[in-house]
Every structure is written in structure tokens, then in C-alpha cells.
């Protein structure tokens, strides 16, 4: 073929010996390799790709005939539904059947705009600690007062170490009665706080404190116990979250800092559709032992380059009303241009465990059965499983190709590359990849050792 095409030979008009390997038939395969393999001084062998409506009747004799043909080696394969296929045709798919397919309207204002003039700056490497800092001595902390709410009554505590000045870096909520929901919505502020970016911090803080539900309460708000009319639960901690950080001196913006989470948005604001809406993809949740039984949905666009994300997250059904607060949080991050950012907020909430929440569920995209600790853990997996659907993430939580946005801080230690082999569950990352290696148990997706002996 290539000859031919040197010589000048219509491309488009090709003799009949050059065909393609779904065009011949198994046979024909088979004999090819035949002809080959005298002038190969080892071994040599082919995979027969058929089509899927290909007879048996016509390559159930194939490996006798290979066999009597005096071959070593063959192999054949026909494409299904599990696997797929190796070799296929794709039509040519015209441009106004893809906008009819995936219907993007979207009505852009200053803040809405999908922007990408520029290459954000290092995201990730604005953090001062990827996970909770190994503090030796320990780290200085604040207790919120009580809050009490017919929902349940918590505390919030925020951690901070000092260093010529404040940073806050943890908030977690602590009670026996807790509402459900704000563990979870705390665990992944407390990342948010870990950035060099104050800008980012306030704008989620003050975005939740105007989140309303069903669950509106009065409390009594530090330092003087003025009451203040609450919309809901995730609106009070959030309050008691910025009072403290204010206190702290935190998220104070001075001349020169720098906001390298802002600059990596692709939108400020949720896009809004017009009349002909967006693409969208949902799953049903379901766990029995906590009552919750919803829809789990994303919005999704295609960025300017053409790669289609995830833009905006949504639950509809009974489920704790606090997670409508991590919804707002999470689709903020799904809109920083690397993924790498939303895949490591995902992979934090992959263990969050909640008492009597634990639950059995499909694995996403499996038939099998596993485990999770929480509905939340359970919904962060979905998310993570729709990125790989997309080519976006892996089905680890890890970016497919790495941007060059986000970087790993220095004296942090990258991924290993070590290939997850299948194992108990790990408890600090929550992939069942955990094994037996050198006599500790030791986890192939995110490296953690357990015990030994």
C-alpha cells in the first residue's frame, strides 16, 4: 500500500487486493500468516479480528486449519458488549447531528463566561499542606460554642499553626448527635483552607452562609451571643467558620497577594442554559441503613478545546440536607480548568465514614459488590467513576494526562506508579487494593502501610 501510494496510485480508487482486516475473511487471515511464517526465523502470531455478525460456522475450524498449516500461534476475537471491540469503523459524525445529540445553550454574562485567555497558575502548588500537616508539637485550635438544633447538636473546632502570622488549615464538627452531612462538608473546606488563596476561601464561606433549606433555625453567634436567624445548618457553620477565620486574621487581602484558585476558574459563576439546556448524566443512590434514596446529577459543557466536564453537581430525593452545601462546594472546584484539583477533593471523601452509614453498593461501572463507609464515600466514587467515563480522571481520582496546572508542592512525594492490584480496602483511600507485601500490609493505589507481622 505505501508503495503504491509513492508511485502515485489513486487513494481513492484502490485495486482489490488492498482490503481492510474486517473486509477478509478468518480463513484469509490464517493463510496470511502462513505465507509469513517460513521466513520467520522464531515464531509468529496473528489476532483474527471478525466483525460481531461474523458465522461461526466460518472460523470454528480456524485453529485446526492453523494447526495443520504448521503455525505456533493464533488467536481470534470477536467483538461484545463487555469488552468491546479492537478494530472498528466510527461514521463520520456531521456537526449538526453533535449539537442535536449534546444540546449546549448557555446564556453568559461577565462572571459566567467560560474563559481560558490564559494558563491558570499552579493551583495545587498553592497549597501549604496537600493533607494534615504533621504538626510534632501539636497545633493551636478553637471550639465554637454549642450549637443545638432539633436535627442534632455539634460543635465545630478549627485548627491553626502560626508562623509570623495565623493559618488556619482544619474545621471539623464534633458531636454524638451530629447532623449528618457537615463532616463531610468540613473535611473538604478543610482543603479549601489549606490554599494561599483568601479570595477563595471567602467566596465558598459566603456562598454557603446564603444557602437555604428546610432546616432554618435561630443561634446565638460569638463573640456577644446575638441571635441570628439562620436559613440553615450549612449557612451556621459556615458563619461560625468565618467568624473564627476572621478572627485569625486569615482571610484579610492585602496588596500583592496573589489568588492562584480564582485565576484557575474557567467560570466564576454556574453557567446558566437558555431554552435548548445542557448535557447532563444521573445515577440513583441508595442505602437502606441511613434512609437515603436519591438522584445524584451532573451538569455538564464542552470546554473550548473540545473535552466535555463536568460543570455543576445536584441531589434530588431524601437524603441529610447538609449535603446540599457539599454540592456547592464541589461544583465550584469541578470548575478549576485541571481536574487534578476535583480528583484530589474526591479521593478525600473516599473514606469519610459515618456510624451504622456504612452500606453495600455496585461498583460503578462493575457488576460486583462492595462495601462503602457512607453514602458520601458512595457518591464521590459515582463522581469519580462519570470522570473516567469522560476520559477525564481514572477510575482512581488521578488525572488521565496532567495539565502542567496543578503540581505536586516540592518535598511532597509523587505517585509511585505502582499498577493497583486488587486487596482488602484500604482505609485511608478506600480502594479495595490493599495487599501483603514484605510482610505489612500495603495499599497499590495510594502507597499507605498497615500493620505487619
Not at 170 to 185: D, I, K
Not at 212 to 229: I, K, L, Q
Not at 408 to 433: F, R, S
Request: glycine content about 8%; aromatic content about 8%.
Amino acid at each position: 500500500w505505501r508503495l503504491y501510494k509513492k508511485l502515485g496510485g489513486d487513494m481513492d480508487k484502490l485495486p482489490e487486493a488492498f482490503v481492510t482486516a474486517l473486509e477478509i475473511s478468518a480463513l484469509d487471515h490464517m493463510k496470511m500468516v502462513a505465507a509469513v511464517a517460513p521466513f520467520i526465523d522464531t515464531s509468529i502470531s496473528k489476532t483474527v479480528n471478525v466483525p460481531a455478525d461474523y458465522p461461526y460456522d466460518d472460523f470454528k475450524n480456524l485453529y485446526t486449519e492453523a494447526w495443520k498449516a504448521g503455525l505456533k500461534g493464533l488467536a481470534t476475537y470477536r467483538p461484545n458488549s463487555v469488552l468491546g471491540s479492537v478494530l472498528s469503523v466510527t461514521p463520520e459524525v456531521k456537526k449538526a447531528e453533535t449539537i442535536e445529540e449534546q444540546p449546549q445553550d448557555f446564556v453568559f454574562d461577565q462572571d459566567r463566561r467560560i474563559v481560558l485567555d490564559a494558563a491558570p497558575k499552579p493551583a495545587l502548588a498553592s497549597l501549604r499542606w496537600p493533607g494534615r500537616p504533621n504538626l510534632s508539637a501539636g497545633s493551636e485550635g478553637w471550639t465554637s460554642p454549642v450549637v443545638k438544633h432539633p436535627l442534632g447538636s455539634f460543635v465545630a473546632f478549627v485548627s491553626h499553626t502560626s508562623n509570623a502570622c495565623n493559618h488556619p488549615f482544619e474545621v471539623w464538627v464534633n458531636g454524638s448527635e451530629q447532623p449528618r452531612g457537615l463532616g463531610a462538608l468540613a473535611k473538604s473546606l478543610s482543603m479549601d483552607m489549606r490554599t494561599r488563596d483568601t479570595v477563595w476561601v471567602r467566596m465558598k464561606l459566603e456562598m454557603l452562609m446564603k444557602t437555604a433549606g428546610d432546616d432554618a433555625f435561630d443561634m446565638p453567634m460569638p463573640p456577644d451571643g446575638t441571635v441570628m436567624r439562620m436559613p440553615s445548618l450549612v449557612a451556621a457553620f459556615a458563619h461560625l467558620l468565618k467568624y473564627r477565620i476572621e478572627q485569625l486574621g486569615a482571610l484579610a487581602v492585602c496588596d500583592g497577594d496573589t489568588t492562584p484558585m480564582m485565576d484557575a476558574l474557567f467560570a466564576k459563576k454556574e453557567p446558566k442554559t437558555g431554552t435548548d439546556g445542557t448535557m447532563s448524566w444521573t445515577v440513583d443512590i441508595s442505602n437502606a441503613g441511613s434512609g437515603d434514596d436519591f438522584v445524584l446529577g451532573l451538569k455538564e459543557l464542552l470546554l473550548p478545546d473540545g473535552q466535555r466536564r463536568p460543570y455543576s453537581m445536584w441531589l434530588a430525593g431524601v437524603y441529610p440536607r447538609a449535603l446540599d452545601g457539599l454540592c456547592k462546594v464541589l461544583s465550584l472546584d469541578m470548575r478549576v480548568i485541571d481536574p487534578a484539583w476535583i480528583g484530589m477533593k474526591l479521593r478525600k471523601l473516599l473514606n469519610f465514614g459515618e456510624p451504622l452509614g456504612d452500606f453495600m453498593a455496585r461498583v460503578p461501572g462493575q457488576a460486583k459488590m462492595e462495601s462503602y463507609p457512607s453514602t458520601v464515600s458512595y457518591v464521590a466514587k459515582l463522581i469519580i467513576h462519570r470522570y473516567a467515563m469522560l476520559g477525564v480522571l481514572d477510575e482512581y481520582g488521578y488525572p488521565v494526562q496532567q495539565m502542567g496546572v496543578l503540581e505536586i508542592p516540592d518535598g511532597q512525594l509523587k505517585p509511585t506508579g505502582i499498577k493497583a492490584l486488587a486487596g482488602k480496602v484500604c482505609k485511608e483511600c478506600g480502594n479495595a487494593t490493599l495487599i501483603k507485601k514484605d510482610g505489612c500490609e500495603f495499599c497499590t493505589s495510594c502507597g499507605a502501610i498497615g500493620a505487619c507481622g
